[in-house]
Structure formats: C-alpha cells, structure tokens
C-alpha cells in the first residue's frame, strides 16, 4: 500500500503530528515558541553540512538543530532578553544556512524542499525515518511525562520532589532536535514551529487535563495533515503550506468554541 | 530526631552574597519560622534545603528517606496549561484517590478536586499547594511565605490549618512569614535571618534579643507602627545596607 504517494505522504503527516503534538504542548506552556522556531532554523544548516560531507539529512539536522539548542541553553541568561538572543539565533542559523548551501556548488538542491517541505516525494525510507523519529520522541516524552510537567508547573517544586529541571529541559531539547529533523521533509523548516504551536493551541479550549490537552493536540493534528494533503490534491496548492492552514482554519473554530462556553474552561 | 542539619552554608549570588556560614537544626515534629528583612536570605535558605540551589560552601544533611513537602511561594499556572486539582496532586509521582481525599481534607479544602487550577482563588490555591506538600506524607513541611497575597482572616486560618496538621500528621514545620504576630505565637522556636543567623530560640527569647529589635523594631502592643532603618548592625562581615520598612501592628 506504500507504494502510493498520497498514502506514503499521508502516513509521514500522520507520523510528524503524532510527534508534535506532545510535544508542541509543552512549547506552548513553557512559551518556547521562539526557541522551536530557532532550532528549525538551523535545521537548514544541518542539511547543508550533511550534503557537504554527504551523511545522512536526519543525523546532520538532528544534530545542528541540537547544538542550536544548546547554544540557546547556554546563552541565555547572559544579558540579553531571551526573545533577543533567539531572534538573533534563528535569522543568523538560517542566514548562514542559505549561505551554505549556495557553496555546495557541486550538488544540486532544491532549497525549496527544505523550506517548506516535499511530502508528496516522500519515500519509504524517509517514511520509516519519521516513524521512528516520532516514535523515539513520543516515548521520550511518554518516560517523562510527569516529571517534565512538574518541571514546567515549577522548578521548585520539582527540586523538592527530587527532580532536576535541567535534565528535563535537555530531555525536551533533544525531543525537539528530533521532531525538527523528520518534519522538515513534510512541512519545510519554516513551518514546523507551525506543527508544534497550531494544534496545540487549538486544543487548549477542549481539554481538561495536560494529557486531554495533548492527546486532542494529536487528533487535530491528524485531521490537519489529512485533510491539508487531501485539499492540495484537489486544489493544486503547495502541500506543506496547506496542511498548516488547516491547522490554523482549526484552531479557528476552536477559539470560537471557547466563545461559547466561556465559564466552562 | 533530627530531620535536617544544616552547617556553615554559604550562598553567593556572583558578587553577592546571600547566606554565609548559617547552622541550624529542625527536629521532628517543631514548628519553626525564619524571620527576616527582604533580601535576608530567606528563600536562598528553603531552595538549599530542597536542593534547588547547590552550595558552595557548608553542607546540607537531610535524614535518610526523608519526605519534603514544600509550598513555594507563589506559583503561576500559565493560561494555556489546563489542570485539575486532582490531576496537579498525582504530580510527579502519582497518588492514590484516599491520599488526594486525605490530603484536600486536611487542607482544609475537601471539595475542590475536579476544580481546575486556574479557577481557584488565591486561598484556595495556597490550600491546594499545602495539600500537595502533604500527599505523600512529609516528615517535615517547609512553607515560604505561603500566606502572601492572601488577606488577615484568611492568613489566619491559614496558620491555624497549618497547627492542625502539624498536630494530625506529626509533620515538622520550617516556614518563611513576615506576618510577625502570628509567627510569634504559634511558633516553638524562631530564627531571626539576615544573611546570617542574627538569633534565634523561643519566640519570647528571640522577641527580647536587640538583633531582632533592632531589625522589627520593639512592637507597639496593637498600635499601627511603621519602622525605617538603616540597617548596618554589629556584624561587620557581612554588607547588608538596605533600607527596611517593616508594617507592625
């Protein structure tokens, strides 16, 4: 059955939201937007380099986006505002990129793919690349779970239950590598921060609990690849984009829900 | 028994220091406050006691298999994170449906479970922290400033909840208050903080020493006083020049 493109694009959107969902939700709480932005910034770095050295796209992103993060880590706190340093971060990781990828002279890219994505030419080993990436970050964040939401509610709190934020931060950092190195195939760099924040947003006004939030996050995230691929067959639009305004038509329709029961959430 | 000792701690901030070389012991089941003008060191001391800061010089010795429950200060729950009361008691490491019930009753707030988090009111979500502290049955409570935000009455009552647990569960208390009249009545013993162990001992002994009134001034017996300071009392290693402005009533 996976030799169809629809059915192969349609599983590797499946698998991408499945992975951001979780995870986009902790974006959302602990205001990270920014920091995911960054980190898929410098994903284009990362494929500039594994072309340049010729090693895997998923490895060469995966670990740019990595130390990106950990930059930030690093960084932070050391006189600039955090929105500052990531703006700064983000722009220069893909700047810089861009720049990269114009010397690689002797192979031919399409720059285009990698910004906003080609999951119409997803293969079976990208499709088995992001299953297994969203898997390792689903049960990351599965492990977690509890430990990372006691970190986001209060660092503190977290102390004195014999946590270590810090190492829940890097377990989210990591988490976010990954999902930025298999989302780029199908919905670009630019975007994925879109993957992480729209359904989880959307979400908020119909869940109850952190792991309703979540769970709601990846059904509309679903919904959102599938009918977005769906809609850019029919309408010819670029598929990437599509799935994102899907999303976004979602998220619509949820804050307009909130609107009409506004004492229930 | 003691519970938690702890000896010679210093904490510097970069170039500032908060603690330096502070000593003290909580044994079970005494109801201690730390008393203290801002920027004393107050908190710095609870977050070295929960491990939240790593110090650089002195130690901290907790008993072995000690259970903490701590009430920060303030905790703000981010609007876009949804949360029931239930579901914020199982955090990190679950509890049973007795233990969430036990624990919201002595809290005093037994009907709030499927309430969510973002709704309370700032008493109510100071009780719901306490009953967090309690689920897993602490040997000792540590509290800082847990009444803040809250008014008289309901500080009050507050404290009054915190002596009826101290007397169901046995539990230790260590608690940060600027609320001088209640701290020195339900208080077995009190330190008077200010970078350093200033005093400390009985609620009578440390309200008659001259470190503490010269930090609080002498108490006007209910009259509304308002004490400014400059405040650069005999302990010259330590460089503490802040002005203090404490309301007394």
Known sequence: ?265 | MTLVKVKDLSVNYGARSALTRVSLSIESAEIVTIVGPNGSGKTSLLRAIIGAIQSEQGSVTKRNGIQIGYVPQQLHIDATLPITVQRFLKLPHGATPSEITQALHHAGVPDLSASQLSHLSGGQFQRVLLARALIKKPDLLLLDEATQGLDQRGSASFYQQIERVRQDTGCAVLMISHELHVVMSASDRVICLNGHVCCEGTPAVVASAPEYRELFGTGTGGALALYRHEHDHGHDHVDHSHDHVEVNE
């Open chain 1, 1 to 265: 059955m996976f030799d169809d493109f629809m059915v192969r694009a349609t599983f590797a959107g499946i698998g991408v939201a499945l992975a951001a969902a979780p995870l986009g939700c902790f974006v959302v709480w602990r205001r990270m937007a920014y920091f995911g932005d960054a980190t898929a910034h410098a994903a284009v770095l990362g494929v500039a380099l594994s072309l340049a050295f010729s090693i895997s796209i998923f490895i060469g992103t995966v670990a740019v986006a990595l130390m990106m993060a950990l930059l930030v880590n690093i960084l932070s706190g050391r006189g600039y505002a955090m929105d500052t340093l990531l703006g700064v971060m983000a722009h220069s990781a893909l700047a810089f990129g861009l720049v990269a990828v114009s010397f690689l002279s002797g192979i031919r890219i399409d720059l285009m793919a990698y910004l906003f994505g080609d999951i119409l030419a997803v293969s079976r080993n990208d499709l088995s690349i992001i299953w297994g990436g969203a898997l390792v970050v689903v049960l990351l964040i599965s492990w977690r779970w509890s430990a990372l939401l006691t970190s986001t509610l209060n660092e503190d709190l977290a102390y004195a239950s014999d946590l270590n934020p810090k190492r829940e931060q890097l377990v989210l950092t990591l988490a976010l590598a990954i999902t930025v190195a298999v989302a780029i195939k199908v919905v670009g760099v630019l975007l994925i921060a879109a993957l992480l924040i729209i359904p989880a947003a959307a979400s908020r006004p119909l869940s109850r609990t952190p792991e309703g939030m979540a769970f709601t996050a990846g059904f509309i995230g679903m919904i959102s690849s599938v009918v977005g691929l769906r809609a850019a067959y029919i309408f010819d639009t670029p598929a990437g984009p599509s799935i994102v305004c899907v999303a976004a038509v979602l998220f619509v329709i949820s804050s307009g829900l909130r609107l009409l029961m506004p004492s229930e959430k």
